[in-house]
């Protein structure tokens, strides 16, 4: 490709994140180098195994880190809040470095689980702060731009990731611990130099609805998008525990599912930005429900799924759904919230996310081995398209919210 093609592709393809704040940028960048360093969870069954961890054990350290993730959301969106954004990210990183070497150090199963615990709670501190500060520094129009540049930036190290992970096991597992905590401290560093606290709202505001969830469980209208959302999630999140254990029941490799994780990746990385600019001007919730229902066939064509084809076909469909929906959920999420309390409803979302992933883990695993897989595949099928025509039901609420806040 000549230079002129290349520079004139990403330009377009850059296009879709114009005009976006430097801040939005710097979450951007730091987001990058800290999933370039996201190599530990990936591989930390077989680290377990090298430390003689027995799998029953085992079980223990991973379920302690499924829990982090349900704690640190909910304590995350309160701080942000309370705190500010930048020290419950600043907290979150460092917390979740010194867990890193905690993990690596441990000597004992317990002390495993307890390191992991605080590795996914401290972690999960920086999801609900970083969406709050997008959700501050862009208005309605643009949040959804901003979260998708957001989502990009984690597809895109996660998928470096992927390959840096493997290389770097096979040298010795002290180098993932490293590179991780090491990431950690450098998005840290980056926040701590590059980012400024964005002015609260009054104290009075603040006082009105107190430091908890109220505010949030008392908008009856973001109580019936979570479960909507949440759903969606769980569907979505059977592509990472599902998938896997469909490739197997097949009699394929491990390498089979290595190749689809890789066919995402590169579906996401390369189609999302182009995708955020042709889908801009449609209606977000109509996107989000079509994007959602592609993603629940696509899981649910995983069941017809008999060889490497056939999962490259369904992997294809919901990585194609994954590319419409980027960003939406969160960005329309966020435009309910009042200025003084986005913290905490980006805290509730991303529950409703970590809830989501525990699920699929517990509950559709559970399905999957105990009643059959085809009852796990109808299952998704019906629920996400369920939800996501449900969804385009609130359209009208939705649009009344909007113009209320844009109002106030």
Known sequence: MPPSTRTSTSATSLSAFRGL???????????????????????????????????GESTYVLGALGAGNLIGPAVGGIL???????????????????????????????????????ISAAGSLVPPAAYALLADAVDNERRRRAYALFGWGVNIGTAVAGVLGGYLAAQGYWLLFAVDAGSMLLYALVVAVRIEEPKQ?????????????????RDRLAMLLLPLFGVQLFVYSLTEVALPLAVRDSGLSPAVYGAMAAVNAIMVVALQPFATAWLSRLPQLAVQSAGSALIALGVALTGLAHSVMGYALSVVIWSLGEVVVAGIAASLFANLAPAHARGRYQGAFSWTWGMARFGALTLGVTVYTTLSPATLWWTALVAGTATAATTLTLKTRMERRATHTLAA
Request: glycine share 14%.
């Open 21 to 55: 704040p430097p801040v939005v940028w710097t979450i951007f960048a730091g987001t990058i180098v800290n999933r370039l360093g996201y190599l530990v969870t990936p591989f930390l069954v077989f680290f377990l195994a090298s430390r003689g961890v027995t799998g």
């Open 80 to 118: 942000a809040d309370r705190i500010g954004r930048r020290p419950t990210m600043l907290m979150g990183l460092i917390g979740a470095s010194a867990a890193q070497g905690a993990l690596f150090l441990a000597p004992g199963v317990w002390t495993m689980a307890a390191a992991s615990l605080l």
């Open 201 to 217: 709202e009054t104290p009075q505001k603040q006082a009105k609805d107190g430091i908890g969830y109220g505010v949030v469980i």
